[in-house]
């Protein structure tokens, strides 16, 4: 205390100026701190959703991607043994049964090109439900209600083209 009083400083005040600190600081930290903490904090997660959320959209065009090539590649082996099988069998036959032949092979191969470009739009068009649902989902999760329609239906425009052009 004298050691104090010596260098002019009274011990009272400076008791008083310590609690005033602690208060402000206490104050501060229940009023600014915690709340800009926790606006970090959301934003964080809301963000961290949106890229996971990204990603799976991104794995399941993938996963669909592969489904259609394995579809249309069945289905083209399935044309080619059915055009086989009807070659083989023209050949060994008369004229007549070639001409049949002939007509039963046109006939499934129209018929084979119509069911794969059928099960092709189909599944496109799953998938542009599916990318559509999806990034309507993740612009409102990422964008909130701020993004109106006109927006929403861009950007389901934009990814349907990227979609096409891979």
């Keep these: 205390m004298e050691l104090l009083q010596k260098l002019g400083i009274d011990w009272r005040l400076l008791i008083a100026q310590l609690v005033n600190f602690s208060i402000l600081v206490i104050i501060l930290y229940k009023l600014l701190y915690k709340?800009?903490?926790?606006?970090?904090n959301d934003r964080?997660?809301?963000?961290?959703?949106?890229?996971?959320?990204?990603?799976?959209?991104?794995?399941?065009?993938?996963?669909?991607?592969?489904?259609?090539?394995?579809?249309?590649?069945?289905?083209?082996?399935?044309?080619?043994?059915?055009?086989?099988?009807?070659?083989?069998?023209?050949?060994k036959s008369g004229q007549d049964i070639k001409i049949?032949?002939?007509?039963?092979?046109?006939?499934?191969?129209?018929?084979?090109?119509?069911q794969i470009i059928d099960e092709k739009e189909k599944m496109l068009a799953e998938a542009r439900k599916e990318i559509s649902s999806l990034v309507l989902d993740i612009s409102e999760k990422v964008f909130g209600k701020l993004v109106d329609a006109k927006i929403n239906q861009k950007l389901i425009d934009e990814s349907v083209k990227d979609i096409k052009k891979k």
Excluded: C, H
């Excluded at 709340?35 to 970090?40: D, G, Q, S, T």
């Excluded at 997660?45 to 090539?69: C, F, M, N, P, Y």
């Excluded at 032949?101 to 046109?106: S, T």
């Design 100 to 114: 049949k032949a002939k007509n039963e092979v046109e006939k499934l191969i129209t018929a084979a090109r119509t």
């Design 44 to 91: 964080k997660e809301k963000i961290e959703q949106g890229l996971k959320d990204a990603k799976s959209l991104g794995e399941e065009l993938e996963r669909t991607k592969e489904l259609q090539k394995r579809e249309i590649n069945k289905a083209k082996v399935e044309a080619r043994e059915i055009i086989e099988n009807a070659q083989d069998l023209a050949e």
């Design 35 to 40: 709340p800009v903490l926790k606006v970090l």
